[in-house]
Every structure is written in structure tokens, then in C-alpha cells.
T-cell receptor, first 114, second 111 residues
Framework: EAQVTQNPRYLITVTGKKLTVTCSQNMNHEYMSWYRQDPGLGLRQIYYSMNVEVTDKGDVPEGYKVSRKEKRNFPLILESPSPNQTSLYFC?????????????FGPGTRLTVL | DQQVKQNSPSLSVQEGRISILNCDYTNSMFDYFLWYKKYPAEGPTFLISISSIKDKNEDGRFTVFLNKSAKHLSLHIVPSQPGDSAVYFCAASAQNNDMRFGAGTRLTVKP
């Protein structure tokens, strides 16, 4: 089954404790991205990757890091989480490396930073 | 700076009637528009899209209309069904891979 998986689905952590949210897709997509969803703001792009070893900032990259060492994986790293990073996070992927194609989204990771 | 706006946070309609969800955008560089549907505890799923060279695209019960001069698009669902109850996100994309989403509209279809 074609899918985007994220782990963990739920996470409660404390300020400053480094964490990683994993994202994996099995569709051989070149383009992957991370979004956060906040009430009244919709989905905002954090980082995206056009292909392996190619990443770029989205609208709200501050406080986040990403890496793309393999085509299927695109982890999101919070080196020192803060309460304003409490949010619902979605990973997405699409073919052909451009945002014209509809993106396939993972199920989401709800993060709470205390 | 929200370049894509969905001004109605919620909409309630009766089963069988038409649902109309609206979306406005400010960036004239956007040339491709998409609608996503999101159920609770799931990620958004693609619903329908339209290119700026068209003014209408239809897929079954779903039709998207684009008015470029007004920078406005709308999603029509006819007839609405209870299973359509979800949050709908409008998204706009430009050739530089910049995709922006609206804040979403929660649609409730009452039996």
C-alpha cells in the first residue's frame, strides 16, 4: 500500500530535550516536505526537499532541522524544542519534485512541548 | 502574511443540498490550485485541482471554480453527504514550488 508514515504519532516532551520525528514514504517520490498545522493558520511549510541531499527552507524553518540522506526518509529534528513548537506536524511527498502535483500526507504527529 | 485565505472557519449544510466553500488568494504568481480534505486523526488527502488556464474543473460531485480576476476560487459539493463532513483546505502553488495553504473550513453535513 502506497503511504507516508510518521513516528511517533503523539509525543509529549519538555523544553530543550532534542527530538526527531521520522517520516518515510514507499512511493519513490523525489519531493518531500514538512508542515505544521496551527489553529487559524492552516498548514505552513517548515522545510522541503527536492531530492536526496537537497533541502530548503519553507515559511517557518526556525528551530527545525531536516536531512535527506535516503530518498524514502525525511526526518524532522528539533534540537531544542520550545513550547511554541507545540503543534500538529505533517510530512508529505510527491513525485517529480514540484509542488504542482498533489502531495500525499502522513497521518500527523501531535507534539506537545512543556 | 496569509496569501491564501479561507474566511469561513465552518459551514453547516443539510444532506442533499449544495456545499460551497470559498477561498481567496493575494499572490498573482499562483497558477495552480488544489483542495484537500482532512478527517480527524488523519493527514489531508487530495480532492481536486485546477490550473489557472481553466475556470472550472469537475470530478463527480465536486466542482472547483476559479475566478482569476477576483483571485477567488470555490469548491462546490453537490449533493452533500454526511461522509463529506471534514475540514477542507484550499492550497495555491507557483512555479517556484511555493505552495501555500488556507486555514481550512470545517464542513458539517447534517442527515
Amino acid at each position: 500500500e502506497a503511504q507516508v508514515t510518521q513516528n511517533p504519532r503523539y509525543l509529549i516532551t519538555v523544553t530543550g530535550k532534542k527530538l526527531t520525528v521520522t517520516c518515510s514514504q514507499n512511493m519513490n517520490h523525489e519531493y518531500m516536505s514538512w508542515y505544521r498545522q496551527d489553529p487559524g493558520l492552516g498548514l505552513r511549510q517548515i522545510y522541503y526537499s527536492m531530492n536526496v541531499e537537497v533541502t530548503d527552507k519553507g515559511d517557518v524553518p526556525e528551530g527545525y532541522k531536516v536531512s535527506r540522506k535516503e530518498k524514502r526518509n525525511f526526518p524532522l529534528i528539533l534540537e531544542s524544542p520550545s513550547p511554541n513548537q507545540t503543534s500538529l506536524y505533517f510530512c508529505a511527498s510527491t513525485q517529480a519534485g514540484n509542488a504542482y502535483n498533489e502531495q500525499f500526507f502522513g497521518p500527523g504527529t501531535r507534539l506537545t512541548v512543556l | 502574511d496569509q496569501q491564501v485565505k479561507q474566511n469561513s472557519p465552518s459551514l453547516s449544510v443539510q444532506e442533499g443540498r449544495i456545499s460551497i466553500l470559498n477561498c481567496d488568494y493575494t499572490n498573482s504568481m499562483f497558477d495552480y490550485f488544489l483542495w484537500y480534505k482532512k478527517y480527524p486523526a488523519e493527514g489531508p488527502t487530495f480532492l481536486i485541482s485546477i490550473s489557472s488556464i481553466k475556470d472550472k474543473n469537475e470530478d463527480g460531485r465536486f466542482t472547483v471554480f476559479l475566478n482569476k480576476s477576483a483571485k477567488h476560487l470555490s469548491l462546490h459539493i453537490v449533493p452533500s453527504q454526511p461522509g463529506d463532513s471534514a475540514v477542507y483546505f484550499c492550497a495555491a502553488s507557483a512555479q517556484n514550488n511555493d505552495m501555500r495553504f488556507g486555514a481550512g473550513t470545517r464542513l458539517t453535513v447534517k442527515p
